[in-house]
């Protein structure tokens, strides 16, 4: 091929026609996404440093075990902030696509011995529930933007577990049905009584209630008079706090086995809070609680446009948030550097470079 027939396209080291997504979504899981997106994930030296000061504290927390969980991703729209957030998510639970896991992707990413070390470690030591999501789309339409923050995670950490997200005490039941070793019989019972699965006919339980108390009297989880009684009274009994969702992951992670852990990385967080100190000092209890009972065994970690100190001394006024600033020790903040080495690196790049 001559010079006069080279085309500019033929200079770069990938299609420069093919689709790139311009803004991740984290709920966005599909294996041809999350392939390209942990391919061409660019490690810049900004992002370096990111994953080393991570790794560095979550590996840390191994060995010593520590109340400072929190970890505030920061960064203004477009900076990478969520595509960060997804890429620790595919790190921490070594996601497996098209045959490839995301600790192979990175060994070809980094090549720093020590940095390297601290991911494989992480990855490699314990279980995990790596629990992702945008606390937007998490939260209830009917609430959405008062909810209480801990509302959202507890819905998040129900779907997790396969049970039913929206309603507290229906989920409970089914928490304490697997707890007695009576779930799958009571699934199956209901199958054979209504003809549908649970959990199809879940959501609409309340239009169900003759055939689940018959389940749960045939599975021999209670009687049928107090099955009805707590249908009647559809949760009004129930009650819910930080302290409650505390109790409760405690009581998974250690019947799942030592060294469990429970991660949630939930995306725009400060834009969710906006100026509301309510849902602020919610979410500094969150893992103030999660901090103290757990010590490392479940961790936050959180995007918002804004870094933790203008939102606390300049967003939401009127309390004292230095709690939650000693809780979310590792405090991670993307610039445009990172933005414009992105685009050279994954659109630019050259043959031969």
């Known amino acids: 091929m001559t010079a006069a027939e080279i085309k500019i396209e033929d200079l770069f080291e990938k299609d420069i026609r093919r689709d790139i997504d311009g803004v991740i979504k984290v709920d966005k899981e599909d294996e041809s996404s999350v392939y390209t997106e942990l391919d061409e994930y660019v490690v ?17 927390a191994m060995e010593e075990p520590t109340d400072r969980i929190g970890v505030w991703i920061s960064g203004f729209f477009g900076s990478g902030k969520s595509h960060f957030l997804k890429i620790l998510s595919y790190l921490l639970e070594n996601r497996t696509v098209q045959g490839k896991t995301a600790l192979e992707f990175f060994r070809e990413k980094i090549t720093d011995p020590a940095i390297l070390a601290n991911i ?48 507290f005490w229906i989920a409970e039941l089914e928490e304490q049905l697997e707890d007695k070793e009576l779930y799958e019989l009571f699934k ?28 749960l009297v045939n599975c021999g989880f209670m009687s049928r008079e107090a099955a009805t009684r707590l249908f009647e009274s559809d949760g009004a009994s129930y009650t819910f ?23 949630f990385l939930v995306d725009e967080v400060g834009q969710y809070i906006g100026e509301n100190s ?25 995007t918002s446009q804004a870094d933790i100190d203008t939102i606390t001394k ?40």
């Not at 967003?315 to 050279?344: C, M, P, W, Y």
């Open 44 to 60: 810049t030296g900004e992002s370096l440093k990111h994953f080393d000061n991570f790794f560095r504290n979550y590996t840390a």
């Open 120 to 167: 494989e470690k992480a990855v490699n030591t314990g279980s995990k529930d790596v629990i992702l999501f945008n606390i937007d789309s998490k939260a209830n339409t009917v609430n959405k933007g008062d909810e209480q923050i801990v509302n959202i995670f507890m819905r998040a950490f129900n779907d997790r577990r396969g049970y039913l997200g929206d309603v």
């Open 188 to 215: 199956a019972e209901f199958k054979r009584i209504n003809g549908e699965s649970w959990e199809e006919r879940r959501v609409a339980y309340s239009f169900e209630q003759d055939d689940i108390i018959e389940a």
């Open 241 to 263: 706090s930080v302290e409650k969702f505390a109790n409760k992951l405690d009581q998974y992670c250690k019947s799942k086995g030592e060294n469990h852990q429970v991660i």
């Open 278 to 302: 309510e849902l602020m000092l919610n979410l500094q209890t969150i893992v103030e609680d999660l901090g103290t009972r757990l010590r490392g065994r479940a961790w936050v970690v959180v």
């Open 314 to 353: 300049q967003h939401v006024k009127g309390n004292d948030f230095s709690k939650i600033q000693g809780r979310f020790n590792t405090r991670l903040s993307l610039t445009s550097a990172n933005v414009d080495e992105v685009i050279k690196k994954r659109i630019l790049q050259k043959k031969g470079e």
